[in-house]
């Protein structure tokens, strides 16, 4: 085929390479690329670039992008969401206009130190790597932008649902672990949805069964 974008909505569970390597079996086609990692928890948009189109992969994950996350306070882990190992648990009497007020922050132009469990490498090796075998680095800040971050909902007594635009290289989970610090009762990210990347949105997304079925 000569090219085109797809949005997948996609599932939890899956890596975004995962995604690609699927779609390369159904659509018989070698080129195949992701506009934008998600963690195998995330759902949600996923734009793929089929054929002659993978070249504007590089725009795509440039791109400004927006997500539903769910913050567990209360919880730290070691990867800084809920499928990690439970580090610490505290009590929570954090009201939910505290996390408002807490929330203003982490808005704007900000620094963001990255997650050990991130694929980003020092001297040749991926950070999750290390981390894997227990090895802690230290990693420089850096300048991300939160264009907003709203309190949509209360879930539970120490669930939040958020609302997170944000710049490419921002790590939503280390997000959540950082405003739980703030509140000094500690966080993590519960469940992640990816709402809009690279100018597509949930409404164009298709699943892998669609995919599949034609």
Do not use: N
């Not at 899956?14 to 390597?21: E, N």
């Not at 649902?161 to 672990?177: M, N």
Request: glycine share 10%; with cysteine.
């Amino acid at each position: 085929m000569p090219g085109g974008v797809l949005i997948i909505d996609k599932p939890e569970g899956w890596t975004s390479m995962d995604v690609c390597a699927k779609l390369r079996g159904i659509l018989h086609e070698r080129r195949v690329g992701h506009g934008g990692t998600l963690d195998p928890m995330a759902t949600g948009v996923l734009p793929v670039f089929v054929g002659r189109a993978t070249r504007a992969v590089q725009y795509a994950a440039d791109g400004e992008k927006e997500y539903r996350a769910v913050l567990r306070l209360g919880t730290v882990t070691d990867t800084q969401d809920v499928t990690g190992t439970v580090l610490e648990r505290r009590p929570v009497s954090v009201t939910a206009r505290e996390l408002e007020e807490a929330l203003a922050a982490f808005r704007g132009d900000i620094l963001q130190v990255p997650p050990m469990y991130s694929a980003i490498k020092r001297e040749g090796k991926k950070l999750y790597e290390l981390a894997r075998r227990g090895q802690e680095v230290e990693r420089q800040p850096r300048p991300i932008t939160i264009e907003a971050l709203d309190l949509l909902d209360q879930v539970s007594p120490t669930e939040y649902t958020l609302r997170v635009r944000c710049s490419k290289g921002t790590y939503v989970r280390t997000l959540c672990h950082d405003i739980g610090q703030a509140l000094g009762c500690g966080g993590a990210l519960f469940s992640l949805r990816r709402t809009q990347s690279a100018g597509f949105s949930l409404d164009q997304a298709v699943t892998m069964d669609q995919v599949s079925a034609h």
